[in-house]
């Protein structure tokens, strides 16, 4: 079993639809990233948590230490929000593992 | 800013042929990391550096595999022989500690033929 799991692997949705991918982690962490990466691009951070509830334009991403658990939303969706997104979390001595991934497709 | 600065993007070398990456992070983040990434998976950790030294290379295959960060800066990867299973995004990140976030580059994409 990875230490980070994320759900859906896949989601295609169109267009103004609202967009939840789930991760959930095993290990105690110190942080926990939601990251962005295009086809063929490189690999954006758009958010990093350790408590509650962080908000980014139509993004908003949570978490909850006791269940292990984050949230990353997407308002009104958008085709250019199309990409795959991924959960890592950061332990103490700045180790890093990531999730597998979800792939969203938002079509117009 | 010039962020984390990776090259070259894409490599196509034959089996057994030796292959190498470059790394240029953010000015002043002190630890360097090297992450392989295949096609629908996420990143695996390679090696993470901690200025110049290597403090967690556990997953790096080291009998082909081997990496540097003379003077605590820029580092590079090395692969020698290649093979095909090696075919993968080659990524590199930094970052200053801390509650800082990470910074990483848009990788090298190796395809070996």
């Known amino acids: 079993k990875n230490e980070v799991e994320q759900s859906p692997q896949n989601l295609t949705a169109q267009e103004g639809e609202f967009i939840t991918i789930n991760c959930s982690y095993s290990v105690g962490i110190s942080a926990l990233h939601w990251l962005q990466q295009h086809p063929g691009g490189g690999i954006v951070s758009l958010f990093m948590?350790?408590?509650g509830k962080k908000k980014h334009g139509r993004l908003i991403a949570t978490i909850n230490i006791q269940e292990k658990h984050s949230s990353l939303h997407i308002t009104a969706s958008h085709p250019r929000d199309s990409a795959v997104y991924i959960c890592a979390v950061r332990s103490g001595n700045n180790d890093m593992r990531f999730g597998a991934g979800t792939r969203l497709t938002v079509k117009p | 800013e010039a962020g984390v600065v990776q090259s070259p993007r894409y490599k196509i070398i034959e089996k057994k042929q030796p292959v190498a990456f470059w790394c240029n992070p953010i000015?002043?983040?002190?630890?360097l990391y090297w992450y392989r990434q295949n096609l629908g998976q996420g990143p695996e950790l390679l090696i993470r550096y901690e200025n110049e030294e290597a403090v967690d290379d556990s997953q790096l295959p080291k009998d082909r595999f081997s990496a540097e960060r003379l003077k605590g800066v820029d580092s590079t990867l090395k692969i020698q022989p290649a093979e095909l299973g090696d075919s993968a995004v080659y990524l590199c990140?930094?970052?200053?500690?801390?509650?800082?976030?990470?910074?990483f580059g848009s990788g090298t994409r190796l395809t070996v033929v």
């Open positions: 948590l350790s408590s």
């Open positions: 000015s002043g983040h002190n630890t």
């Open positions: 990140a930094s970052s200053s500690g801390g509650d800082y976030g990470y910074t």
